[in-house]
């Protein structure tokens, strides 16, 4: 093999390998064999210096210093965003959008926000020529010999037809893991350490010497598009299917919505789950998908008008870790919880933080002893950010996950591909209590009067096994109760009455099935109208329903059909409790779709989703959102994934936009 092949070779593979840890977080590979495959490849250009070219992967470890940052005129502005801090805020932005496309369905979607610095790249021929920062939105610093340093930039974008001009704008940033390890190196030279990641990535981005950058592991998220030559995509969804597949990093967790409820309602999820990301945010992005409505909408001098953030408060503390210990939860999750040195955080004392799971402990590498950084944003429970390892006096042990449950000994069980550890009994008492707490709870049966003390005297007493057992109280074993007099007993007493007449929605969320909260609750209801006909339905039959899948209908079908899960529902039934439900309008019985499913993928020329959705419902089908066996049509646009594969799988009968059209009669 030629030295020119073998460098085309090695530069190929590595950028391969970029692409899989970067782009797919699934590298192939140790960093000890990438490094290998690093040094072959300067080690040929070495002998072969007429071979190495500016877009070689061994061209990201920094060049020489430059001299200053020269200043850079955007080729369109880089406008900043209107700021929201509460989600009615974004309601009534959402409306001011609505009011300037009249008539139109709008489709939101939801990024998360990273806090780095802001930059955009230009891509000309396909290889990367400029890295301006933001600056003032008009001209910004020219930092592309800093960009080149930037792990998962790709200096030459993937495939054969890249774009004669093309601008992405987005984030540099550092993970909180790299964080603590630069700042770790920082003590072992004596040092100061770093107080955060955006700080060192501000300061690092601006360096006149790449070298050092390029030991700072920078990275970087696409999130925008600026100037562009030859652009196909139409909506904010392709264009980052289209960065992806040139090879450049998207925000992950970008999800498109329907309806700026549904996106709203995704929000507060993903605030929730901030634990789980290993770089930091300052709030969510909310654009307009269409393309063509972003032009319509247009901007102000300031910022876009199809594009708002939900930014939100964020408090942090450094304390010390004290103890960690575990809890059940209602579906037997163990989740351990770290016990603080008490610190000021937002206002109030926080004393203990969760730890969410196994896996995270080990991410994190948290220790009993360690220093660590509290953090908490909006209204959830405060969250370990980071170890400050810099800090760590010795080498304390690590924490070991209970193998057995602590509360009733059963031995734990990891979920199959999941992160979470459960106790498998659903008798554990521990698990009992949170689940009455949960059933009594608003949202469920909304039981007046049955507080966390109280459930811990029932179960701890053995007058309460399961949820039946609370229909079957009495005034004299309630009056026995500490705190529990003659009236408090009547009114409990009322409330249990009360809540057997609160429908099938509440009963399904009550009961504490995996996955299914008061949204899918209220789905299931809607859909099948009484706990009979839902258990009746197949495991296809539930995952066919719009906004269940797979996932939950396995969940669903197992709780159902399980021993437990069908002892209870039998139980409660016997006690009176109603589990009824008004049912969705049924489909008319005349049409040419009459008693079909129907799935649509892909991108559509003629019709937006609702659009499509709404003439099947008209013409008598059922759309749906998942492919199973129960699937009669599966309506395919450009560009359709997993769906298609999986009804060609099935036998189920694809149809095009136009064959869809000729079987409604419409042309």
């Not at 948290?366 to 209204?379: F, I, L, M, P, T």
């Not at 009455?497 to 009550?510: F, H, P, Q, T, Y």
């Not at 799988?649 to 149809?655: E, F, I, T």
């Amino acid at each position: 093999m030629s030295a020119e092949t073998e460098i085309a070779r090695l530069r190929e593979e590595i950028r391969r390998h970029d692409r899989k840890y970067y782009l797919e977080a699934a590298p192939e590979i140790s960093d000890l064999q990438y490094d290998r495959l690093m040094e072959r490849l300067k080690g040929l250009e070495a002998e072969h210096p007429r071979l190495v070219s500016p877009d070689s992967p061994t061209q990201r470890v920094g060049g020489q210093p430059v001299e200053g940052l020269p200043q850079i005129e955007h080729a369109v502005l880089m406008l900043s965003i209107e700021n929201t801090y509460n989600l009615a805020e974004v309601r009534e932005f959402a409306a001011r959008v609505a009011k300037r496309l009249p008539g139109e369905t709008v489709e939101w979607v939801v990024e998360l926000k990273v806090d780095g610095v802001a930059v955009s790249l230009v891509y000309e021929q396909g290889r990367l020529a400029r890295g301006v920062t933001r600056g003032n939105g008009r001209v910004g610093d020219d930092v592309t010999h800093n960009i080149r340093t930037v792990g998962g930039v790709p200096l030459k974008l993937h495939g054969d037809k890249p774009p004669a001009l093309l601008e992405v704008r987005g984030e540099v940033y550092m993970t909180n893991s790299d964080l603590v390890k630069l700042n770790e190196e920082q003590a072992s030279k004596g040092e100061s350490p770093y107080a955060n990641s955006r700080n060192v990535t501000a300061g690092s981005i601006r360096l006149l010497d790449p070298r050092i950058c390029a030991k700072r592991r920078l990275r970087f998220f696409c999130h925008g598009v600026g100037a562009v030559e030859g652009l196909a995509a139409t909506n904010h969804m392709e264009f980052l299917a289209q960065l992806r597949d040139y090879g450049l990093p998207t925000t992950p967790n970008v999800t498109c919505f329907g309806s700026i409820e549904a996106a709203m309602e995704h929000c507060e999820s993903l605030v929730s789950r901030l634990h789980e990301l290993d770089f930091e945010i300052d709030g969510l992005v909310l654009k307009v998908n269409d393309f063509a409505q972003r032009e319509r909408l247009g901007a102000t001098t300031k910022s876009p008008r199809w594009v708002v953030a939900y930014k939100f408060e964020k408090y942090e503390a450094t304390t010390r870790l004290k103890h960690i210990r575990v809890q059940i939860g209602k579906t037997g999750a163990i989740t351990p919880v770290a016990d603080l040195e008490p610190v000021e955080l937002a206002g109030t004392i926080v004393s203990r933080a969760s730890l969410h799971n196994a896996d995270e402990i080990e991410r994190k590498d948290v220790r009993v002893g360690d220093v660590v950084v509290v953090e908490k944003a909006g209204k959830i429970i405060p969250h370990i950010v980071r170890v400050e390892k810099h800090l760590r006096d010795g080498e304390p042990a690590r924490f070991c996950f209970p193998r057995d449950c602590p509360e009733c000994g059963a031995r734990l069980v990891k979920d199959e591909g999941g992160v979470y550890i459960r106790c498998p009994n659903p008798q554990c008492p521990a698990q009992l209590k949170e689940r009455l707490r949960h059933f009594a709870s608003r949202n469920a049966m909304d039981i007046e009067g049955l507080g966390d003390k109280l459930v811990d005297q029932l179960v701890n007493q053995g007058l309460v096994r399961g949820y039946g057992d609370l229909y079957r109280l009495s005034l004299e074993k309630l009056s026995e109760l500490e705190r529990m007099g003659r009236k408090s007993s009547e009114n409990l007493l009322s409330g249990i009455e009360a809540s057997k007449r609160r429908g099938l929605a509440r009963v399904l969320n009550a009961l504490a099935i995996r996955h299914v909260g008061v949204r899918l609750a209220a789905v299931l209801a809607e859909q099948f109208g009484s706990i009979d006909e839902l258990m009746k339905a197949s495991e296809d039959e539930l995952a066919a329903v719009n906004e269940v899948g797979p996932v939950i209908a396995k969940s669903v079908y197992e709780y159902l059909h399980g021993e437990y899960g069908a002892a209870t529902v039998r139980e409660l039934a016997e006690l009176g409790i109603d589990m009824q439900a008004p049912r969705l309008s049924k489909p008319p019985a005349q049409g040419v779709l009459a008693g079909k499913t129907l799935v649509v993928t892909g991108t559509l020329l003629k019709y937006k989703r609702d659009e499509i959705e709404e003439l099947i419902a008209r013409h008598g089908g059922r759309p749906a959102s998942s492919v199973s066996k129960n699937t009669d049509y599966l309506v395919a646009g450009e560009k359709a994934g997993s769906k298609l594969d999986k009804a060609q799988a099935l036998g189920v009968r694809v149809l095009s936009e136009e064959e869809f059209e000729k079987l409604v009669g419409k042309s």
